[in-house]
Each structure stands twice: as C-alpha cells, then as structure tokens.
C-alpha cells in the first residue's frame, strides 16, 4: 500500500481549454449576433452561412466544454465521475473488479479505458477517464490504476488480485459487433438470392433476343435516347440504327467513359466500359443495337462494345460468398459463447480454423453456384463433386471445433529422479519467450532455450549453436502455476502457448511456450528438491 487516500483525475491542460471554450462561446455568440444582423439586413439568403458558421463553432465550444469538465475521482466512499450532463457515484462495496477495457482506433491504436466491474452481475461501466491512446502516456494511466486499485483494495474487496485486460481477443469481449456484422452480411446475402431468377431470366431473354422482323415506326430527333418501338419490339427484338460517332470520352478511375454521337442522333451520348471507349475513334460508322428501350450493343468495323448482363450464376456466387463470410463472425461469437464460463481476460483460441474451413467450403460451393444458380445439380459428375464437398466441409468444420477447444493446462509432474544434465546430450532448440526482461534474458532478446548439450539456456535464434546464449539458473526458479494466455499478457502470446509463473528468488518471472515444450522446458528446470522445498506436489 503507498498510503493513497483518495485521487482525482483531470484532463490535461486544462487552462488552454477552458481558453478555448470562452473563445468558443464568444465565437458562437458572434455568429449568432452576425446571422440576425444578416436576416434583418438582407432577408433569408446569405444568412445560411452565418447559421452553419455558428453551429459548427457552437458545437467545438460544447466538446470542448465537456472535455474541460470530466472528472473522476476516488475516496473513502467510492469512485466519483463527473461530465457535462451527468454526475454518478459508486460505492466500493458495490464494486467486485476494476480492470482495463482496449478500444481499438481506426488505424489499430489502442485505447485503454478504465472498466469497473458491478458486484453480483449487471452491465459494467466505463469511466471517462483515466484514458491512454498512446504509448507515451501509458505510465500515467497505469499509475492512476494503480491508486483506484489500492483503494479498492483499502476499502473494498476486490474479488481479483491481478490487473484484468481486455482486449479484442479475451473471452471477456461482447458478441455485439460480430453478431451485427454476421446478420449484415446474412441480409445481403437473402437480398442476392432473391435476384438470382430475375438476373438469371434478363440474361436469358438477351441471349435469346431476335432481329425484328416488321418495320419499326421511328421518331428520331435530337434528345431522343431510343426509337419509338412497335410491337415487335415490345416483344424483346433487337433493333438497329446507324450512328456516327464524334468523340469518345475514356473516364479516368472511377469517372465514367462515353460516346458522343454526330448531330445527336439516334442519342447524344451513351455511357460505355473504359475498353469500350479506347475501341473506338471519331469518325467510326457503328451499328446501335436497342433492346427493351435502351443501346445494349456498339458495332463497329474494328471493335464492338456489348452492355454486360449479370448472369444468375454470377449473383448466386455473390450470395454464397456473403453467407460464408458471414461464417466467419458467426465463429467469434460461437468461440466467446463456448468461454463464457472462462476468466473474462483468458484469452479465446483462434478462429482460423473456421476460416479454413470456411475456404475449403467454398472452394467447391462457389463453382457449384455458379454452374447451377437455379437447378439443383442433377448430372452424376455434379452429383458427386456436391457429395464431396459436403464430406470435405464437414471433416473442415469437425477439425476446426476439435482445434478450437479450450484445454486446461496440465501441471507437469516431476520426476522422483532428476536427470543429470550431460554435455553429451543432442541440443534442441524450443520456442519459448520470458515475458519480462532478466540477468539471463536482457531486453527479452530470447526467442528461444536450447535444452541438451548443457545447461539450459536462452537464445535469440533457433541454432544450430549456442552463439550468444545465456544460462537460465533454474536453481533460482520455482513453478507457481501454469495458465492460459490473459489480455494482460499482450498481443506477442500465440493463443494456443501456455504462461508458467515462476517465481525468481522472490521476483514474478512468466516463461511461455507452446503446451509440449512448455512441459519439457519445466522439467528441465526442475532441480532436485526435497519435500520441503517443493511449492507444489502437482510439479
């Protein structure tokens, strides 16, 4: 304890911004006064400017208002937090947990939070401050955590006893965004299906479009997009005309490409593909041919364009590929309802997995949407490539639950008889990282221990050799416990490694590896012990 009795938490530099809020509401005072001077003067014309003027400095002087305003602090009774609209307080003992929540930017920067955890359940809350959003002043966040911990811990009961993160990969995270996002992508996906028949038919009668065979009555004239059709035309022929053409416009980027036609007959312009615009040059006799009121088609002598229609295979591939990617934040939320039960700051096994096997899926379910968007597939071949697939995907998905599963930590026992260490032995280099930096690991540069051949040791590189290796002096260490990766232990832990807390002569010291090497380098560093001496009858 550091003898903390209380804390209050400001926003920096706050004299600069209450400066700005007084120039701020100034500001807006002056637009105010400007915009009825300019009704009174001029009418309702210019006087929108001064209106948007003044709203947009109104609104900084209230953001800056609330910034200067929020407050947080902590005493005897609870936490206290102050804004611009709302006061609230919270007792200690209605307090079970206070622990950081990472919001995560635009650009990937973490934001980290204070989160105060309700005693019995209830939705949790976020106080406005302390905040980090940078690196350089994490050491303030973490130590204004610190002081709200040690009152917790001095008027409270904190049901905890280490600082719980939570981050986007902790089973802690609500399922509110993957869930939006799986039902999005669900919606799209029902509004392609529905327009697979309509594509699929409009493809099809242009494919199967005829000449006409009767004389169009034509009405052509500057403006007119089309001739006036007669009924055979209304019947989905193909009509004619002849044109010239005078420019060709090739958009750049996303800009749209034209062709302009002479004397505006039988239209002005028609908007083309980018290569069909560079097909053409001014001064090129073409054929227009219209189909249902509008030009599908530009013939020249050395290029034609054709207005692209959208077979049904193409929007049922659209359909299938949003609903598998609507698989993937079905996974994540599938994942944190199987660790519910789990720590909220334990760490979620990936859902790669299901991403394999969601690509597996539509390696053989996007060809088959296509080839059958309608129809369901009844030739033997297309029989057996569905059958396959459906095999496939369930031996995909049956891996992917069976890799995802949340497997306790094993304690390794030790043996009665530790093996004395040999020079002889075959070296073999793990991958395995201590968390923080030590006498045998400056700086944390290992990235890996060599067992065999001697002592154990840490390495920055996976051999051959013990080039820049330390000793790890296992007489030293002692097994405390084995877990799971937490949110606390950062984003460099794979999820599928294990955390050993070791104890190093009094000093916390946390060795990961994946859960096999995690055992063998245990073992390894286990030194002979008697009974006395072991902290654990599990290690």
């Excluded at 007119?224 to 059709?229: A, F, I, M």
């Excluded at 597996?360 to 030739?379: E, G, I």
């Excluded at 002889?424 to 280099?429: H, I, N, T």
Aim: proline residues 9%.
């Amino acid at each position: 304890m550091n003898g903390v009795r209380e804390m209050t938490c400001r926003p920096h530099l706050k004299r600069p911004v209450w400066r700005f809020v007084v120039l701020a509401a100034a500001g807006a005072s002056l637009a105010g006064t400007g915009l009825a001077a300019v009704r009174v003067a001029y009418g309702n014309g210019p006087a929108d400017v001064w209106a948007y003027a003044g709203l947009l400095v109104a609104l900084l002087g209230v953001a800056c208002l609330y910034g200067a305003v929020v407050q947080v602090s902590a005493d005897a009774y609870g936490v206290h937090s102050r804004t611009l609209l709302r006061r609230r307080s919270v007792p200690w003992h209605d307090i079970a947990d206070l622990r950081v929540y990472v919001q995560y930017g635009r650009h990937g920067e973490e934001i980290h939070r204070v989160e105060v955890v309700p005693r019995g359940g209830g939705p949790t809350r976020r106080l406005p401050l302390p905040a980090s959003v940078s690196s350089g002043d994490r050491p303030d966040f973490d130590a204004k955590l610190h002081d709200l911990r040690a009152l917790h811990r001095l008027y409270g009961t904190p049901e905890s006893h280490h600082v719980a993160v939570i981050s986007k990969r902790t089973a802690g995270r609500g399922t509110a965004v993957p869930l939006t996002l799986c039902l999005l992508l669900l919606a799209c996906a029902g509004l392609a299906a529905w327009f697979v028949p309509a594509t699929e038919s409009l493809k099809q009668a242009w494919m199967s479009a005829a000449p006409c065979t009767a004389g169009a009555t034509t009405e052509e004239g500057p403006g007119s997009p089309v001739p006036e059709r007669s009924r055979e035309s209304e019947e989905d022929c193909l009509t004619t005309l002849p044109a010239v053409i005078t420019r060709a416009e090739v958009g750049k980027g996303k800009q749209r490409s034209r062709l302009y036609f002479a004397e505006s007959r039988p239209l002005e312009r028609l908007s083309v593909s980018r290569e069909g615009a560079e097909g053409f040059r001014p001064g090129d006799r073409v054929e227009l041919t219209v189909w249902r009121g509008e030009v599908r088609q530009v013939t020249g002598e050395h290029h034609v364009w054709r207005e692209h229609f959208p077979s049904g295979g193409e929007v049922a591939v659209i359909a299938a590929g949003c609903t598998l990617a609507a698989g993937y934040p079905a996974s994540l939320v599938l994942l944190r309802r199987r660790g519910r039960r789990l720590p909220a700051d334990e760490v979620l096994p990936s859902a790669l997995p299901f991403a394999g096997a969601l690509a597996v899926t539509a390696l053989w379910l996007l060809p088959l949407c296509y080839l059958h968007p309608t129809t369901p597939p009844t030739s033997p071949g297309t029989l057996t490539w569905a059958v396959a697939g459906c095999l496939a995907t369930l031996g995909a998905f049956t891996r992917a639950w069976r890799a995802t599963r949340i497997r306790t930590p094993q304690k390794p026992a030790a043996p009665r008889t530790p093996p004395e260490p040999s020079d002889e032995d075959e070296e073999v280099f793990l991958a395995a990282r201590f968390l923080e930096p030590t006498d045998y690991n400056p700086n944390n540069f290992g990235t890996h221990i060599v067992l065999g051949g001697g002592p154990p040791a840490v390495t920055p590189h996976p051999g051959p050799g013990r080039f820049a290796a330390k000793r790890i002096p296992a007489e030293r260490l002692t097994v405390k416990d084995i877990r799971r990766p937490r949110g606390g232990d950062g984003d460099g832990v794979p999820r599928s490694w294990q955390i050993a807390e070791l104890d190093d002569a009094g000093r916390p010291v946390h060795l990961t590896a994946a859960p096999t090497d995690l055992a063998r380098i245990i073992r390894a560093l286990t030194p002979a012990r008697t009974p006395a001496n072991v902290t654990r009858p599990d290690l």
